[in-house]
């Protein structure tokens, strides 16, 4: 009996973690939509999967809206200087294939994929770190030196779920719509904050 009562628990546990991941991605790309509040909504579904891995019961629409709002000024400003350096490097870069320089056109390569997993690494790590965009930048640094293998593991994970999916699995879209973006950033999460809670070095710099 106790048996049948623990898994009719588990299951029904599992149906609401599901229920609000796929409420959480619909809000996600509502929020998206205007561009503007791009970087607000990124911040906000990590805040929201991170009280849904404590309790599968969370009310998920109200932490999201309450971390948007919380977080719209810290999202904007992240997502704008993100958007700018990418703009600036990727500008580079078309000069530089044109003018084919070959040597500049890799060092540019190589900055602007690195800069690509600093952005992956610095929304969700917004959540743990108090400060302005100085101090995240350079906690995000910190993180990125002590945590080097999870961190490209996580970009790789990025790079599967935004460009190889779609261009070779299009048919998994509709994962995309349904549940993929508040998954992927569950798992992000999880990894993110295991190592924060175990590694020494970490601790005593987030803290």
Not at 187 to 202: F, G
Request: charged share 10%; with cysteine.
């Amino acid at each position: 009996m106790k048996e049948e009562v623990w898994f009719k628990t588990k299951i029904y546990q599992l149906f609401m973690l599901i229920s609000n991941l796929v409420i959480l991605n619909l809000l996600f790309i509502l929020s998206l939509l205007p561009i503007v509040t791009i970087g607000a909504a990124h911040i906000a579904l990590y805040a929201s999967v991170k009280g849904l891995a404590k309790d599968n019961f969370a009310q998920v629409i109200d932490v999201y809206i309450h971390s948007f709002k919380a977080y719209f000024k810290k999202g904007t400003k992240l997502f704008a200087f993100s958007f700018i350096f990418l703009l600036m490097l990727i500008s580079l870069i078309n000069i530089m294939v044109i003018n084919r320089l070959t040597f500049m056109t890799f060092l540019l390569l190589f900055l602007f994929s690195n800069f690509l997993l600093i952005i992956i690494i610095i929304f969700p790590l917004s959540l743990f770190v108090e400060g302005n965009l100085k101090q995240l930048l350079a906690k995000t640094l910190l993180f990125l030196q002590y945590e080097l293998i999870l961190s490209i593991f996580i970009f790789l994970m990025n790079c599967l779920f935004f460009i190889v999916l779609p261009l070779y699995m299009p048919r998994l879209l509709i994962f995309h719509l349904l549940i993929g973006f508040s998954s992927l950033a569950l798992v992000q999460l999880k990894l993110i904050k295991i190592r924060l809670e175990n590694s020494r070095p970490l601790k005593i710099f987030f803290n």
